[in-house]
């Protein structure tokens, strides 16, 4: 069993910027391929971006330039740097470990002036 901890998300003004993080409680993160996800009210669930074990990174074309993914093995953790927030950005962001796939709980963005 994997347990993921999102954190990071707040509310941020358009233009602003974040940086979420995910901790996972196990012992060989590095073996794990992650993602990002996101969830607005009453929109599906969408990938933002993922990262495989060797470092080599997706980003959705929606964020493509704007947010970075990354990690750090020896902290179990991975990150979601956010530049340029628009209001269409606020969402629920969730941790995903692929396969097998276990979530966090989620952390709110909202964006908005």
């Known amino acids: 069993q994997v347990q993921l901890v999102e954190s990071g998300g707040t509310l941020v003004q358009p233009g602003g910027s974040l940086k979420l993080s995910c901790v996972a409680s196990?012992?060989?993160?590095?073996?794990?391929?992650m993602a990002w996800y996101r969830q607005a009210p009453g929109k599906q669930r969408e990938l933002v971006a993922d990262?495989?074990?060797?470092?080599?990174?997706r980003h959705a074309d929606s964020v493509k330039g704007r947010f970075t993914i990354s990690r750090n093995n020896l902290k179990n953790t991975m990150y979601l740097q956010m530049n340029s927030l628009k209001p269409e950005d606020a969402a629920v962001y969730y941790c995903?470990?692929?396969?097998?796939?276990?979530w966090g709980q989620g952390t709110q963005v909202t964006v908005s002036s």
């Open positions: 990262i495989t074990i060797g470092g080599s990174t």
């Open positions: 196990v012992s060989n993160f590095n073996i794990y391929q």
């Open positions: 995903n470990t692929v396969v097998p796939s276990y």
